[in-house]
């Protein structure tokens, strides 16, 4: 079915579900050979079962004419606790099909527990039980050809936060992926980890990595969570170790090198993502009046230094999620080592607290009382006063960045901003709103939409040169490309869409998306408690503005990071990670048999894009 911005066509698609979901059916068939099941079997390998060599498994073969066959919405208990993977039609060959295991959580690969947490000195941390302690919150896993061998970075969105580096096989008539091997990537040289959420891979082959949900520095107590188990002395907590971007490079040796990334500022960071240019980066920021930012290297290829900017929303429409131009706000410029002594403290150098970035008063009847105080309402710290020490502006941009922003008049109203990826074949960015509302929706502030929406957007921005900036990559202005439909408890057809509070052949909580290079898709993952029960993977078609349901996952999982490769070796891949089943709604459905581990793998292989 068919889902489009005008507001017409979705009610008459409405009025029209009945006849709709009895063409989908309600006995989840479709797609069925693709079950992994919760024991994580593979199913089909990917392909139809050609043997194809490396000459002839590219689109120069079969052509960049893709068709996803789709999978129904999961309708029975045993659908819902099954993971479907569409099949894909590439000229005159069938790929995919199912959904690939690489790795699932709690599993041992030589003597390396997936998903193991580990303190500073690189101890196995324990749970209540005396059991390792393993996390379910597997998060982006990346694929980085180095010299002649295949690594992947898989991290975790925990606390401590976890990444593993694997060497896979690539199996050559098919394409197929296993683990080679697995270690546990040491991050005790940058502080450690925190809330590893989605990645991206640099232009370069490094992994880029996010820290998300930033601990509040100017009431440090309240986010430490489960950081302490991370020190051998809990003395050494400081939030503002965390917020940070880490880029991790391998060498073919399997050696990792990480790097926190101090001059793109400290964010709840959902993704970095960077441009062609390889020095234009955009930074996705995950949480309630949070800001959109661009940081532009001075160097392509390193982002040690540059300068960082904030978007500031211009409204031109209040409907159908708003329309705006986009301008940047100048951040200022700075390096790594501008602002690391200020983080981690040296010799000459202690590490700097919230109170000496900043002056604050109480909030009065929604206001400043003093000159030179500004009024801002942040993911940060909610309704406050406050003024930059003098001398401390470089600092309190990059420590912290969105008070920072907001003080300098940015747009920080955005709600629920996850991932973002480039289309270059229509120079635009897509971002995917999960939820518009709160400080969109409200009378105040820059962004005033007319009416929110629960089950989210996917936006996109037109992105064009901008010789006072310095790059070809600027985004310019920002508008709905799909939205999410919500339905009411009388309009969710009985024994078919309950529990489902968006339409279910639409969006529901839009969380990642990446563009499909060269098969011409983008591809929106969903992350949704109550909007889609079992959320689901989507391939949206430009020529006609439609979805198809691509992958589906089990009761209470998230899809995290689908990400797309283009030609590793001649194959393409969709990596696609099914985060925490059971375990954001639906726990009572869990029978303790091992079905909440999480998995990593991906959809595919296909056709890699000739070059």
């Not at 409405?14 to 079950?35: F, H, I, N, Y």
């Not at 939205?483 to 509070?501: H, I, M, R």
């Not at 990446?514 to 391939?539: A, C, F, P, R």
């Amino acid at each position: 079915m068919e889902f489009k911005k005008n507001k017409l066509l979705q009610a008459l698609l409405m009025a029209a579900l009945a006849t709709g979901l009895a063409a989908c059916g309600s006995d989840g068939d479709d797609g069925k050979d693709g079950v992994a099941g919760a024991d994580g079997d593979k199913g089909d390998p990917g392909t139809d079962g050609e043997d194809l060599t490396a000459a002839d498994h590219t689109t120069a073969t079969y052509g960049t004419e893709l068709t996803f066959v789709g999978v129904s919405a999961p309708a029975t208990d045993a659908d819902k606790r099954a993971i479907f993977a569409s099949s894909a039609i590439v000229g005159e060959g069938t790929f995919g099909g199912s959904f690939n295991l690489l790795a699932r959580s709690g599993t041992d690969y030589n003597g390396v527990t997936f998903g193991q947490l580990i303190n500073e000195t690189g101890t196995v941390l324990q749970s209540n039980d005396g059991s390792i302690n393993v996390t379910n919150s597997n998060e982006h896993t990346s694929l980085l050809p180095i010299g002649d061998k295949l690594f992947s970075v898989s991290q975790m969105e925990s606390t401590p936060g976890a990444m593993f580096l694997m060497e896979l096989n690539q199996d050559d008539d098919t394409g197929a992926l296993s683990v080679k091997s697995m270690k546990q990537i040491d991050q005790s040289g940058v502080n450690g980890g925190w809330v590893h959420c989605a990645a991206s891979v640099t232009p370069w082959t490094t992994h880029l990595a996010s820290e998300e949900y930033e601990p509040n520095a100017r009431n440090p107590d309240s986010g430490q969570r489960s950081m302490l188990s991370y020190y051998e002395d809990e003395a050494s907590w400081n939030p503002y170790f965390y917020g940070w971007n880490i880029e991790i490079e391998v060498s073919e040796d399997a050696s990792t090198d990480l790097t926190k990334h101090y001059a793109m500022g400290r964010l709840a960071f959902e993704l970095a993502y960077v441009m062609p240019d390889s020095k234009t980066t955009y930074m996705t920021d995950d949480g309630t009046n949070v800001g959109l930012y661009m940081f532009v290297a001075d160097t392509a290829g390193d982002l040690t230094a540059g300068t960082l900017y904030a978007a500031k929303w211009t409204q031109t429409s209040a409907d159908n999620g708003g329309t705006a131009d986009i301008s940047w706000i100048d951040l200022g410029h700075a390096s790594d080592d501008d602002v690391k002594p200020y983080v981690v403290g040296t010799d000459t150098q202690e590490q700097l607290t919230f109170t000496d970035l900043f002056d604050s008063e109480d909030v009065t009847d929604g206001a400043c009382a003093t000159d030179g105080f500004t009024y801002v309402d942040t993911a940060s710290g909610g309704a406050e006063c406050l003024k930059v020490i003098e001398g401390m502006e470089t600092q309190a941009s990059r420590m912290e960045t969105r008070r920072y922003a907001a003080i300098k008049g940015a747009s920080i109203e955005f709600k629920k901003e996850e991932g973002v990826t480039f289309d270059p074949t229509r120079s635009k960015l897509y971002v995917g709103m999960s939820s518009v509302g709160s400080g969109m929706s409200d009378s105040s502030g820059d962004i005033q939409l007319a009416e929110s929406n629960d089950c989210g957007i996917v936006y996109q921005l037109d992105v064009a040169a901008d010789t006072d900036i310095g790059s070809d990559y600027v985004a310019n202005s920002m508008y709905s490309l799909v939205e999410g439909v919500p339905v009411s408890e009388s309009e969710q057809v009985t024994g078919f869409a309950d529990n489902n509070s968006c339409h279910i052949d639409g969006i529901a909580n839009p969380d990642n998306v990446t563009y499909m290079s060269g098969y011409d898709k983008l591809i929106i993952g969903e992350d949704t408690g109550s909007g889609h029960q079992n959320d689901v993977i989507w391939s949206y078609e430009f020529d006609d503005e439609s979805l198809t349901r691509i992958q589906t996952t089990p009761y209470g999982a998230e899809t995290t990071s689908p990400y797309w490769y283009p030609n590793i070796n001649g194959w393409a891949y969709l990596m696609s990670v099914i985060q925490h089943p059971y375990g954001e709604s639906d726990r009572d459905m869990d029978t303790g048999a091992g079905e909440d581990m999480a998995y990593t793998g991906y959809v595919g292989p296909f056709p890699g894009i000739a070059e």
